[in-house]
């Protein structure tokens, strides 16, 4: 399977499927970097967690390829800022791994982050570099 990126917003690449949403993460998790990570969390990036610092930039992709909206909680202890997708009217998750068994409580409603991705996530080198890096990677 070739994957191709949505050329604009309207247009979708590919059907949402559970065999093309494994592949697609498989090509994540390859591709994700401490360059890929958060500027905030890049200190605590390691290739053992490599979903660490990762959850703007893979929301922004994953709505690339499968559409849906993307989602913004807080974290109700430190006040951290999550990202996630909604499709298909399922939460879709890719990064929750980066916490381990410690899932925070997320505090207050989600709002709808659909503004800031296309705004400032996609327009980032970390969004470029992991688009790049999905590209190069070789399919499943």
């Known amino acids: 399977m070739v994957f191709k990126f949505r050329p ?5 690449s590919m059907e949402f ?19 890929t990570a958060d500027k905030n969390y890049r200190d605590r990036w390691t290739p053992e967690n490599r979903a660490w610092g990762q959850c703007a930039v893979t929301a922004a992709v994953v709505q690339d390829f499968f559409g849906g909206d993307v989602f913004r909680v807080h974290d109700k202890d430190s006040k951290n800022i999550h990202y996630y997708n909604h499709i298909e009217g399922k939460d879709l998750d890719l990064t929750v791994e ?12 989600p709002t709808n982050a659909n503004g800031i991705m296309s705004s400032f996530t996609r327009k980032s080198k970390r969004y470029a570099l ?7 990677s070789p399919n499943s």
Do not use: C, F, H
Request: glycine share 6%; proline share 2%.
């Open 8 to 12: 604009d917003i309207s247009t979708l």
């Open 17 to 35: 499927s559970e065999s093309a949403l494994m592949i697609l993460y498989a090509k994540l998790r390859n591709s994700w970097s401490r360059e």
């Open 98 to 109: 980066q916490y381990g068994e410690n899932i925070p409580v997320w505090a207050g409603k």
């Open 130 to 136: 992991l688009k790049k890096g999905l590209e190069q």
